[in-house]
């Protein structure tokens, strides 16, 4: 059986070359031609920021249209968004058009925001870390993720997902090789709502599936 | 005393230090050139001051060199400074040649080191003529703006630009101080070495020696604002939030900071702050000297508030120093403080005279709340500001130039 290797990793995060947004308007102008990895940054790597206490919302775009353009039910439309239930970022950005060009429909201006609020678009580069920690049976995977660094979660069970088997994450494809034996442990994980969860609760909800399935 | 990424595991972690060991073997060897323009003073020469030797201590062949120029030449890059952080300044074409004359200078005593080098990061615009001046450089060049250029006063930017464009990449504080360029801009928030002279923990007695030099009274709260005489810093406006506070509560201030040697302007403004503090004998002016390090340490440390009062800034070290010293910080909301201070969390933004006051007011009143807030920054600066981040984001910087790839994920 091959071994779990536990990696870490950071983000290092650059300007996308696109302008910042202003304008309701000029947010769709963007959207629209963005890569998919600005798209995947503004919905995904937040998980990695540090945060106080819980957002309101959890992707880029919720928080600009609350905070900036002061457009609370354009914040909560964008809010909603569960970007693990699209197949593709094409179809996320597709929604997303959907969204701003209903809401330009409805008012009669662009809102715009002042100097300093624009949107800004980001990519990062995923920087990945081996750290040396091995996992051989599924009995070890709890204690170790309970011990595993907040980068370490993003990238086995978010930034798993762009990975081959696409659309899942590394521990369900690690189990795999063990069978039916540990089909139970799968579906724990595979069933956990990560679209609400900062990365430690998001730890805490493994291996709390973890032991329950195997205490 | 030159220290190790050892020391620092206490502070950072474990998996920190050893995420640098293994960015550290990868680039083992390489030659990297750090050049600015002063060797003391000033968040650039702090920075430079640690990072050189972690670097080295990773193996990597780093070494930091320092422009020598005229007071003309500093005049010169003050006015481009000042212009790209948005004042309305001319520099005339004299001007202009001095800047590029002095980096000429430069060019013919740094151009071995620095074509031979893997690395070169140049620091913010006064050496940023030498990418021209290096024909047979091999390596990449990134150039490192430390400062708030987003709105610049534009004919001065267009100078610059057609200078800085060049480089291979370059690197801003926040999004917001980046201007459009034609290679990859990376944003690296810049750190403290919590290690540090400014930063370490201090004793009790040492507290109460600095309390006592500058005659400062226990009983009675302390506001602090460390930092250059730039009016950027607004220090007039700190004597004014003080004004506005002294009506109520019998407080003291302490304005401190050093000269640069690249800023001419400093004793200007130390003047108008001497002016405007005189008669007073509860407003400390103190010019520091640039290795008095022990005492802006212990002076945040007895502060009761800290204040930042910036008009523009560009990350604003002194704020993570005051935050990293367990206190709330009052800052100007601009630039890289909006990064670090939190509403109610680390500290409050503010915009006026006006509203430092009552900032520092509600403060004074909740000590309970300043206690969780000031518990709270610490933990943040621990997070994201420290030296160790820091240093990981520009070795894996350096990794993905030289590696030449292009893929959103790198394997170390």
């Given at each position: 059986m091959n071994p779990f290797v536990v990696m870490d990793c950071v983000l290092l995060t650059r300007m996308s070359g696109l302008q910042e947004a202003a304008s309701l308007r000029e947010l769709r102008e963007r959207v629209?031609?963005?890569?998919?990895?600005?798209l995947y940054h503004h919905f995904h790597e937040t998980l990695l920021r540090p945060t106080f206490d819980y957002p309101d919302y959890h992707n880029d775009f919720a928080v600009w249209a609350k905070l900036h353009l002061a457009d609370p039910l354009l914040a909560e439309r964008f809010g909603i968004i569960d970007p693990f239930s699209f197949s593709s970022l094409e179809e996320l950005r597709g929604v997303m058009l959907e969204i701003i060009d209903e809401r330009l429909n409805v008012l009669s201006i662009s809102p715009?925001?002042?100097?300093?609020?624009?949107f800004y678009f980001f990519e990062a580069d995923t920087v990945v870390f081996d750290t040396g920690d091995r996992i051989c049976s599924p009995a070890e995977l709890a204690p170790v993720v309970s011990r595993m660094s907040t980068g370490s979660i993003f990238f086995h069970f978010i930034e798993a997902h762009r990975r081959e088997p696409i659309d899942m994450d590394d521990f369900s494809a690690w189990l795999i090789q063990f069978g039916d034996e540990t089909s139970d442990l799968r579906d724990a994980l595979q069933t956990i709502d990560n679209a609400f969860l900062t990365l430690s609760e998001m730890r805490n909800e493994i291996c709390d599936r973890l032991s329950a399935q195997n205490p | 005393m030159e220290k190790s990424l050892l020391m620092y595991e206490a502070c950072a972690g474990c998996s920190a230090i050893r995420q640098l060991r293994m960015l550290g073997e990868k680039l083992s060897g390489s030659r990297v050139v750090h050049v600015n323009s002063t060797r003391e003073g000033g968040g650039v020469a702090e920075i430079l001051a640690w990072m050189v030797p972690l670097m080295r201590d990773l193996g990597i062949d780093a070494s930091w060199e320092v422009i020598r120029g005229a007071g003309d030449f500093f005049s010169v890059t003050k006015s481009i400074h000042n212009g790209l952080q948005g004042f309305p300044i001319s520099i005339s074409q004299k001007g202009w040649e001095t800047y590029h004359g002095t980096n000429e200078t430069n060019a013919e005593r740094l151009r071995s080191s620095l074509e031979d080098a893997e690395i070169v990061v140049i620091h913010d615009p006064q050496p940023a003529p030498l990418l021209n001046l290096c024909e047979g450089r091999k390596g990449k060049w990134v150039w490192r703006a430390h400062i708030d250029i987003s709105h610049p006063y534009l004919p001065v930017w267009k100078t610059l630009r057609t200078i800085v464009k060049g480089y291979d990449a370059s690197i801003f504080s926040m999004p917001q101080f980046a201007l459009p360029l034609p290679h990859p801009q990376y944003l690296v928030t810049p750190s403290i070495d919590p290690l540090s002279e400014k930063n370490c923990d201090l004793r009790p007695d040492e507290l109460e020696a600095v309390r006592a030099r500058f005659g400062l009274d226990p009983s009675r709260p302390l506001l602090v604002q460390i930092s250059r005489f730039d009016r950027f810093k607004d220090p007039l406006?700190?004597?004014?939030?003080?004004?506005?506070?002294?009506?109520?509560?019998?407080?003291?201030?302490?304005?401190?900071?050093?000269?640069?040697?690249?800023?001419?302007?400093?004793?200007?403004?130390?003047q108008e702050v001497m002016e405007a503090a005189k008669g007073d004998q509860d407003i400390h002016v103190l010019l520091l000297p640039p290795d008095a390090h022990r005492t802006v340490n212990a002076l945040q440390r007895v502060a009761d508030v800290i204040i930042q009062k910036s008009l523009r800034e560009g990350f604003g070290l002194t704020v993570t120093e005051g935050l990293w010293k367990g206190k709330p910080v009052i800052g100007g909301d601009t630039g890289g403080i909006r990064k670090q201070v939190v509403d109610y969390h680390t500290g409050f933004l503010v915009n006026t005279p006006e509203g430092a006051a009552h900032r520092i007011r509600f403060l004074l009143h909740h000590r309970e709340k300043m206690k969780v807030m000031g518990e709270k920054a610490r933990e943040f600066v621990r997070e994201n500001f420290l030296l160790t981040r820091h240093l990981r984001d520009y070795l894996i910087l350096f990794h993905a130039l030289l590696s030449g790839s292009r893929e959103p994920r790198i394997y170390v």
């Open positions: 629209a031609v963005c890569s998919e990895n600005v715009t925001v002042s100097r300093g609020s624009e | 406006g700190v004597i004014d939030a003080y004004r506005l506070v002294k009506k109520v509560q019998p407080v003291q201030l302490v304005l401190a900071g050093g000269g640069a040697t690249d800023d001419p302007e400093g004793a200007e403004v130390l």
